[in-house]
């Protein structure tokens, strides 16, 4: 089987469409990568966002109990003085 120069020029044609679509595939890929990207950029955004709304709560819960606890020794030192100076009294 012999190629013309005819046949040669049709194979190459098809070939270079066919390298175009894969080119234009591979562009919309690129892009849609680019977009899956800017997703995962917006999604860890909002993880640190979230990440700092904990630790914040974090420390306002530590600062509550530590509230309590100071709150519970002066009214323990008040109750104290309030019944040493009830004692005193004649």
Same mark, same amino acid.
């Given at each position: 089987m012999t190629m013309n120069g005819e046949d040669t020029h049709a194979k190459m044609d098809r070939l270079l469409g066919k390298v175009d679509a894969f080119m234009v595939l591979q562009s919309e890929q690129g892009r849609e +990568?680019? #977009?899956i990207g800017e997703r *995962? @950029?917006? *999604?860890? #955004?909002g993880v640190r966002a979230t990440r700092d709304i904990v630790q914040a709560w974090g420390a306002a819960k530590t600062l509550s109990r530590f509230v309590k606890w100071a709150a519970g020794i002066a009214a323990a030192l008040l109750g104290l003085a309030? @019944? +040493?100076k009830g004692v005193n009294r004649p």
């Open positions: +990568i680019s #977009a *995962v @950029a917006k *999604v860890e #955004a309030a @019944a +040493i």
